[in-house]
């Protein structure tokens, strides 16, 4: 059993913080919010003042924080955790963050000795509480084997994306995708109704045609047609709108960086803005249907 | 066994018509292009000099041509085949054109009590070929259910999309979603290739993850992914740009006739027409890949 | 002065037909709508009971109605104008249509002797009344000289813009490429003030700049920025996102017919549909400004 | 007359500097390439070993770099120029970077009481030459009023766009219009070639009605419609596709930053990444008007 570390205990790191303490491990816990901490130390975790703290003799640090630039601080810099991290120490970061980030964060531990891995998550709120993430690992193929353990008491799918960033590059290159595919589902299946068609039937067509696809298979976005997904709950729960536009703009900052055009993807992206704008934000992403339906 | 009159005999009448033939049926068989004739004739069809003595007697009609404007000319008018068809004789358009065209053929057809369903197919010429194409059928349910085992003789999915026209609307949509697809799915891959990746592993993540769709699964467009697909063998056969571009005029068309937006459809669409005009309308559409790769 | 006979007494006809009769002439009118009629009939016009009576010795016939499937009817068939009217006498058709609706048309009328021009119109109700709208021209030469004073007592700018059906493809590339610069327009202006700018000074510095276009020289879309223009005015009044959106989809059918690529055309077209599904189809085409503001 | 530091003298600092020079302005200038320094010290500058020694003892700090990474390392960090530079000295960057980048720079002069303002130009290599460039300038109204004798040296039109960082705001949202204006004509162009209109007669009726914009106006991108301009010269010099999908990227990341949509903006960087994947980074950017054309 090992000795971890872990800074963030938001909606996504305090279940998984509990997995890590349900499967045997300790835990020493920092997050800015009190009622969190409490919350963990509650189930047998050690509340700590600070981050520094909380990495103190550890055998693995981990981490779950909203952006780049939390990243960047907890890290980097004369009081970053870097600084007091001891070398072999395993880091794994699980932020969904950019790759140029990831990459430097990872770099400066590389040079101080301190494997690190970026290890970003799909899965939701559900699957951080019941253990069912997918992590998708950017790092050295020693980091990973080691790592991979600790992140099957938090996960199910456990891939190895590649070098340091890789992580990053493949989940936003994934949800780039995921966000073409919900908008032309949700597109081609309002041009059928528009002329005519039951959006079952149209659907189960397309699903088992060239047409199939993840939210035809399990996330339909017309409302109705498939049962306990967010599009017959009125698009509550899920994965928000403002999340997916948080990982478009990564999709977009790397295809900057690189100079790549990702056409539908930005589309996408600016689709979801306009439809943010109506108020749409904290809605399941399916929702971009409704984008499409006469009002 | 039926008595079969089939106009249409090019890459996929012929194979369809050979089918039939094979499945025991009788087949009358007209085209314009002498040698297409000859050739069903070799396998045991009766060759007819016009399209009026092909449908003379027989208990079923099956149509194949190219555009909207091929199929009213041949059905309707003066000299149309509506003017000689019996009553209750079975028509199946197996054409991929406009909805609104073949609802008015459909109508034209329903006047003189022939039922008359549109059956456009997918699957290209392999499958007409190999006898594995799939149908998907507008009509009513009798026309439907008379026509099913027909229909399995050259075929291997057949779905029943609803009204007259459904069948066209139904392959659109679909056709739509899936120029959505592959492009999203070649300008994620390039995305990542452009920040380091391996393309197959991009592929593999993002086909067991949410991004997973038809192309993932079993087109990949990026070339030495996947074995035996046109991306590993130049781009040569399969689905033509220029087919693609066909089906997204039709989609458009049918979304000018409702008002419907269609963002992502067009935008694809334009993405193709640019893709043709350097000279690759006769590459398979997943060659779009291309586009995305510097040059 | 003219002996015309003038089929289509709408928002824009009825004060076109108003401006002929200030002129001198002599207007045989007829509408369906019976308040139109009586309303030209009170200004001195010929009230007809239908469009043949309305043509009946004329040496003019001028039409202004809302769409290809009218045009079509009225001239065309059995029934229609064009086998009332004499040979030599000048058809003008001022409707906004499809191009190959216009050619159709125009190539039946000339089978007959009788000469014809598209003249489709812009300037809005505000240009028919005031007789300074637009008139942008498809035909031969004679046709159009012959044309010409006429077009004058009804608008200010007479353009020749080719052959028949010209004067409907001048148009629609018109309007396609101003739907273009309205909301390219739109958007650089928000993404000036989301990043702090003043729009006034934004509007200023682009307008005599290489952004300079004809929104930011007499029409900007943004509230407050400039005086008697729509923006200022809630967005009433105007040339309505309905009217935008109906020669959009003009524009794109005549890219359908010739395989051409109008990407950004495409795209302001469904950004404007989407608009409208919001309920702005009767707001001014500048309130696109709108859908990029935060909500 | 002034005693001024300038760094950069590459194709536009370099004709910047000695308008300097002409207006009796001493210059002492710095820049990475021995050629560049040797020929401004033909015209009368002071070449210097480094940037450090060309700001000592200035009045005023002119520097014209190629991207945000080279002006923050040129002013900030602990051998920056800002340690180095007198409280007092005007700072002129007429770079074009990231307005984040410039404001960081100038909120870094601005703690050591060091004015400081952006400046970025457009006009091009012929403007700097020409001393007819375009300033867009963010800043105090101090320095900018400071600023405006020595730009007018320099230039033609000065514009004050706000506080510091709207120049470049102001700079990237007209040149993002512009690309949106650019690709709009051209395809609004084409459409009405492929349609059988004379590209001159379509110009000149949208120059003159609601499509009119400055690409009509002064830059078609039509081949043959205008004389002496980069489309009638084989798209040979002016504004490169590379510079301005640069500019597009920082858009982009300022649209990024603020969460603005700009679905036309992404779209036209996105066929101009195209375009110039096809090898034409070094055209003229009104060479988008090719990629419309049937090759």
């Known amino acids: ?40 130390a509650n189930e047998g975790g050690e509340a700590c003042d600070n981050a520094l703290t909380a990495v103190d003799g550890v055998d693995v640090v981990i981490s779950m924080l909203p952006a780049s630039v939390h990243v960047e601080n907890l890290y980097l810099g004369d009081k970053g955790l870097l600084t007091a991290i001891a070398a072999g120490t395993l880091v794994i970061d699980c932020s969904t963050i950019a790759p140029a980030s990831s990459r430097k964060v990872s770099e400066a531990a590389a040079a101080k000795n301190i494997p690190m891995i970026d290890a970003p998550v799909s899965g939701g709120v559900g699957g951080a509480v019941g253990g069912t993430l997918t992590f998708i690992v950017g790092g050295e193929s020693e980091a990973f084997d080691q790592a991979k353990p600790l992140l099957e008491d938090m996960g199910k799918n456990i891939f190895h994306a590649g070098a340091p960033g890789a992580g990053q590059v493949a989940k936003i290159c ?27 039937v149209l659907s189960e067509i397309m699903r088992t045609s060239s047409g199939g696809n993840w939210a035809l298979e399990v996330y339909n976005p017309y409302p109705g047609v498939m049962e306990g997904v967010p599009s017959s709950n009125n698009y509550e729960g899920g994965f928000l709108v403002d999340l997916m536009i948080k990982d478009l703009g990564l999709a977009l900052e790397a295809a900057l960086d690189t100079g790549s055009a990702t056409p539908m993807g930005t589309l996408a992206r600016n689709l979801y803005i306009n439809h943010r704008k109506l108020g749409n934000g904290r809605k399941d992403f399916s929702s971009i249907q409704q984008s499409f339906v006469e009002k």
């Open 174 to 200: 994934n949800n780039m995708l995921l966000s073409v595919l919900m908008t032309g589902t949700a597109e081609a299946l309002q041009l059928g109704v528009d002329n005519g068609m039951d959006p079952s």
């Open 1 to 40: 059993m090992a000795n971890i570390g872990f800074i963030g205990l938001g909606n996504m790191g305090g279940p998984m913080a509990s997995n890590l303490l349900k499967a045997g491990h300790s835990v020493r816990a920092f997050d800015l919010v009190d009622s969190a901490l409490q919350a963990i």
